[in-house]
């Protein structure tokens, strides 16, 4: 089993900036990858950026340029700076844990608000 604790969430104006972090606990394989999903109300759970242990990174091309992942494999954290945000960034941020042939795991979800 693995635990994802995810933090950062919170309120920012249009424009702003917010940067979230998920660390991870349990049952952690040194091959990975971790990244953050987005749920807007009403809305399906769409892909925000994933990252894998070796540093591989894949975004969603909307996001590409305002949003960066990175990741401490040390740690076992993920992050996400998050740049120039819009009111249609509003939504609940959660952190994946994926290996090869295994179930993806989530974290509890941490709301971000964009509003003026």
């Known amino acids: 089993q693995v635990q994802l604790v995810e933090s950062g969430g919170g309120l920012v104006q249009p424009g702003g900036s917010l940067r979230l972090s998920c660390a991870a606990s349990?049952?952690?394989?040194?091959?990975?990858?971790m990244g953050w999903y987005r749920q807007a109300p009403g809305k399906q759970r769409e892909l925000v950026a994933t990252i894998s242990s070796g540093g591989s990174t894949n975004y969603a091309d909307s996001l590409k340029g305002r949003f960066t992942i990175s990741r401490d494999n040390a740690k076992n954290t993920v992050s996400l700076q998050m740049s120039s945000l819009e009111l249609e960034d509003t939504a609940v941020y959660y952190c994946?844990?994926?290996?090869?042939?295994?179930?993806?795991?989530w974290g509890q979800g941490t709301q971000v608000t964009v509003s003026s």
């Open positions: 349990g049952r952690i394989f040194s091959s990975n990858t």
């Open positions: 994946s844990y994926k290996r090869a042939l295994s179930n993806t795991y």
